[in-house]
């Protein structure tokens, strides 16, 4: 069985500073992996995704994740945090089966301290 | 291009009470995906439809159900509602492509289902 967890149910950084959100995995094969994100009152939009070949993947408003199979994670970062960031960051993950089912970690809500 | 519309976005109702919500997937896809969303439990995939036929189903009730219609457009029904039931009800579209897995998913902005 698949599942996925989010370290952290809030972090909190500067503007400027470092984004870092966790996320590790449980996989008996490399799944597909998503960084989804979710602001006030609205549904989730994709950040990034992870199918196949570079494990480095870069997606929307800076962000980019690195796939490490070996630790099983799949870590969110962006340089330099904007007031814009604050929101609630969901990693999921899903195998290569059309009939499998995506699994949501349980989110991790970015705070902006000015 | 339009995105992902869900009708009602608002709703209260009081339990034992039926209610049925509605997606409108964006032009062309023709997967439709629906999860619950609550404070305790998170996010949870309730199921998923493509080309009017559900191809996944998560652990819910059979209170649960859905359906979906030639035009992709995709509805939720949950009967005799629960106090539990009280959540944030998303509907997403995706192509619906072979490799389905990867596809990317769009959210509609949900539906708020209060139970009474």
């Known amino acids: 069985a698949q599942s996925v967890t989010q370290l952290g149910s809030h972090v909190s950084v500067s503007e400027g500073a470092l984004v870092l959100l966790r996320c590790n995995y449980s996989?008996?094969?490399?799944?597909?992996l998503f960084w989804y994100v979710q602001y006030p009152n609205q549904g989730l939009q994709l950040l990034l995704k992870y199918t196949t070949g570079a494990t480095l993947v870069k997606g929307i408003n800076g962000f980019e994740a690195e796939f490490k199979k070996s630790e099983t994670s799949f870590h969110l970062t962006k340089p330099s945090a904007h007031m814009s960031d604050a929101a609630e960051y969901f990693c999921?993950?899903?195998?290569?089966?059309?009939?499998?089912?995506?699994?949501f970690g349980s989110g991790t809500r970015l705070s902006i301290r000015p | 291009k339009a995105g992902v519309t869900q009708t009602p976005r608002y709703l209260i109702k009081t339990r034992g009470q039926q209610v049925t919500l509605s997606c409108s997937p964006i032009s062309g896809h023709r997967s439709v995906s629906w999860y619950q969303q609550t404070p305790g439990q998170g996010l949870q995939f309730l199921f998923e439809y493509f080309s009017e036929t559900q191809r996944n189903k998560g652990n819910f009730p059979g209170r649960f159900s859905g359906r979906q219609f030639s035009n992709s457009r995709s509805e939720m029904n949950v009967s005799t509602l629960e106090l539990g039931d009280s959540a944030l009800y998303l509907c997403?579209?995706?192509?619906?492509?072979?490799?389905?897995?990867?596809?990317?998913?769009?959210f509609g902005p949900g539906t708020r289902l209060t139970v009474l």
């Open positions: 996989s008996s094969v490399p799944p597909y």
């Open positions: 997403a579209s995706s192509l619906g492509s072979s490799g389905g897995a990867s596809d990317t998913q769009y």
């Open positions: 999921a993950v899903r195998g290569y089966s059309s009939a499998s089912k995506i699994i």
